[in-house]
């Protein structure tokens, strides 16, 4: 009987043992998920602020500030679709930005925010199902309330480069995406621009494009000669504030060379020759852009690099990162406060992937421990350091 007790304590021990082992190996990987998944986004993008003035911002009849505009800029999110996107791929990827977009979304309440192109990865070649599956994710993983308006330029993986561009495409893309150029809000201009479309080969959807841009140069030039009894004609003036240009192509530069930062591109990119119209605007559609619009401030995607570059009388172009870690280890997004008069820029950097891999390592690592250790296979690093005192005591 004694025998048969002594069998079934072991017995019971012996489960508990692995039920303990168990509920630590559940325990590890749930806080592994826990933090890799969820805390890590809070944890980063919580050390990001909003930029201040450098200079307060005041109107110039009324002492009280001008109302600050919160912006938000992203770029080159390459939703993956169904012939170049691996599942696991998709699956990694969209779940890095969907918690990095409705964390920063939480953390920090822009008022608007910018996608600056290539918002899917095969928009250039989807079918009429494969687009509809892709818009479905994207509205998903990026989410907003009401009160946020969420802006999108087209790239060249939504529409096609200017060869594959189509009428089609343009509206299915407008048909998801407000296909307004201009856009006013608290007295600042933001103007979009179909950068696919500044071939200056003559095309049709080339020269409607620029039609649109002479016009819309028009309404902005008219907003600054100053105040006189309808000096734009009928409609609602403009804001008298030269604009932000926002765009997918970057305006000409010869390379990335000048380009510096961690996030900029890697040393054996910088100094390779840039192709205009394929990977920066032409020239001369440089200098219309800049001529006809006048802008104070430009925003580009495209590169999936950051770049700071000057234009003409100092205008600032940034390049914004790319959004995904599918297309770097390190991506990030821009911060903008903004007023009629001024602007002030932070950057904003996402968890860096080879972070989130090295921990997720780490974690696998201790598991192969805790597992040897049960079997006996390993001694346990408490027994170890316990059978080291005893001896330092003895001696």
Known sequence: MAIIRLEFERHNFCLLKRSF????????????LLFCEFLIYYLVILQCNWPEMKTAAHDGKQESPEPVLKAMFLADTHLLGEVRGHWLDKLR???QMERAFQTALWLLQPEVVFILGDVFDEGKWSSAQAWEDDVERFQKMFRHPRHVQLKVVAGNHDIGFHYQMSTYKIKRFEKVFNPGRLF?????????????????????????AEAELIEISHKLNCSREGPR??????????????PVLLQHYPLYRRSDANCSGEDAAPPGEKDVPFKERYDVLSREASQKLLWWLQPRLVLSGHTH???EVLHGAGVL??????FSWRNRNNPSFIMGS???REYALAKCHLPFEDTVLTIYCGAAAFLVVLILVHCGLLASPFVSGWKLLRKFKTV
């Open 93 to 95: 990827r969209e779940w």
């Open 184 to 208: 006013s809000w608290k007295g600042i201009n933001f103007v979009m621009v179909n950068s696919i479309a500044l071939e200056g080969d003559g095309c049709t959807i080339c020269s409607e």
């Open 229 to 242: 009894p309808n000096p734009c004609g009928d409609g609602q003036p403009l804001p008298a504030s030269a």
């Open 305 to 307: 690099s950051a770049c």
């Open 317 to 322: 172009e940034l390049s914004v990162p790319s």
């Open 338 to 340: 903004m007023t009629s």
């Open 21 to 32: 082992l168990l509920l630590k190996l559940i325990a590890v990987i749930f806080a592994m």
